[in-house]
T-cell receptor, first 117, second 116 residues
Framework: DAGVIQSPRHEVTEMGQEVTLRCKPISGHNSLFWYRQTMMRGLELLIYFNNNVPIDDSGMPEDRFSAKMPNASFSTLKIQPSEPRDSAVYFC???????????????FGEGSRLTVL | AQSVTQPDIHITVSEGASLELRCNYS??????LFWYVQSPGQGLQLLLK??????LVQGIKGFEAEFKRSQSSFNLRKPSVHWSDAAEYFCAVGAGYGGSQGNLIFGKGTKLSVKP
């Protein structure tokens, strides 16, 4: 079975440009998570969806960041406009959450490394 | 709020030596605890998890971890390290109940280097 698929793997862009990161979760999973990883702050949850509905977006840094999950097999994380401080590795993960609390394993994609010049 | 502390940023051990990576958590109820491993350029892979029951849990690749409630710790161990174990290791706690029930709170990670 395919794992979580992220694209692009690497993105280099200039400040002010729009960046769109994409994620295809594992088929059958009902929850999707976007994390950001930096040396300074480690792994931070940006947003997560359950059954395509955003549940917690308190980690989204500011209005420049937006995330959508139009269906169970696709999600996007958009940064507009991008800034150098957005440079990081962005991970998508999916899981099957069968109830409260979360006892499910997170399956991570290989990440999208973003560099904003 | 939940939090996870991994006191050691970087550890170097010799191949064949034993390993213990420390993890302390802060959580008001029974925690759900995880250890993940990240190889360079890769995503995170689950090594093991603790939900309840036996406080010593076994994972993949010969790793084990022990939950100690009195010390709020969940240390990862391996009796004999292999060169392929060189990676970064993350401890995480499940946020459990409430609006963030799907979230895992991760520690900052411990980078493991293995000397030949």
């Amino acid at each position: 079975d395919a794992g979580v698929i992220q694209s692009p793997r690497h993105e280099v862009t200039e400040m002010g440009q729009e960046v769109t990161l994409r994620c295809k979760p594992i088929s059958g999973h009902n929850s999707l998570f976007w994390y950001r990883q930096t040396m300074m702050r480690g792994l931070e949850l940006l947003i997560y969806f359950n059954n395509n509905v955003p549940i917690d977006d308190s980690g989204m840094p500011e209005d420049r960041f937006s995330a959508k999950m139009p269906n169970a097999s696709f999600s996007t994380l958009k940064i507009q406009p991008s800034e150098p401080r957005d440079s990081a590795v962005y991970f998508c993960a999916s899981s099957w959450l069968a109830g409260v609390p979360n006892t499910g394993e997170l399956f991570f994609g290989e990440g999208s490394r973003l560099t904003v010049l | 709020a939940q939090s996870v502390t991994q006191p050691d940023i970087h550890i170097t051990v010799s191949e064949g030596a034993s390993l213990e990576l420390r993890c302390n958590y802060s959580y008001g109820a029974t925690p759900y605890l995880f250890w993940y491993v990240q190889s360079p350029g890769q995503g995170l892979q689950l090594l093991l998890k603790y939900f309840s029951g036996d406080t010593l849990v076994q994972g993949i690749k010969g790793f084990e971890a022990e939950f100690k409630r009195s010390q709020s710790s969940f240390n990862l161990r391996k009796p004999s390290v292999h060169w392929s174990d060189a990676a970064e290791y993350f401890c995480a706690v499940g946020a459990g109940y409430g609006g963030s029930q799907g979230n895992l709170i991760f520690g900052k990670g411990t980078k493991l280097s293995v000397k030949p």
